[in-house]
């Protein structure tokens, strides 16, 4: 019975931990390459695709410290939606482990002081649920223009 419980408890912390949220599926990245690559050709961007689907650009690699999952960044950015919209700019001071999938692979690809452009697939940013508090729809691929300003 302790057994049973057990895996009980376990099965109903860990449903839903996933990528599919409550009554969605996520669209694969691979579903926005065209969305993705029209963009950068369209605004003559040189983009590198990761091997998770998203795209980035290295303008200034940096000089200083590596960021990792655990560090605290500091970073000024701009959001844009792909139909030049912008959604946010602002400066952030937060651990990069609370950011949005696409930040944790895109921002340890440059160093403190670096800056890079990143195009992040919907399922890496806030896939089919979307940001209401960022006005940020569901399944929305998202561009950012990031200076890394300090790690920690």
């Not at 689907?53 to 999952?69: A, E, F, H, K, N």
């Not at 655990?70 to 939606?81: E, R």
């Not at 696409?102 to 979307?130: D, E, T």
Request: aromatic content about 10%.
């Amino acid at each position: 019975m302790k057994n049973f419980l057990l895996s009980f408890v376990f099965i109903i912390l860990f449903t839903g931990c996933g990528k599919e949220e409550e009554g969605c599926t996520p669209v694969s990245p691979q579903a926005e390459e065209l969305k993705i690559t029209t963009y950068t050709n369209a605004n003559g961007i040189t983009a590198v695709k990761h091997s998770s689907g998203m795209y980035y650009q290295i303008i200034d690699p940096g000089t200083g410290v590596t960021p990792t999952i655990k560090s605290t960044v500091k970073a000024t950015y701009t959001g844009i939606f792909l139909d030049g919209t912008v959604f946010d700019s602002e400066t952030v001071d937060i651990s990069l482990s609370e950011m949005i999938e696409g930040w944790q692979i895109g921002i340890p690809l440059i160093k403190k002081g670096g800056r890079i452009k990143l195009i992040i697939p919907s399922a890496l940013a806030y896939g089919c649920n979307g940001n209401i508090h960022k006005e940020i729809g569901p399944d929305e691929v998202l561009f950012y223009d990031v200076n890394l300003l300090d790690v920690q």
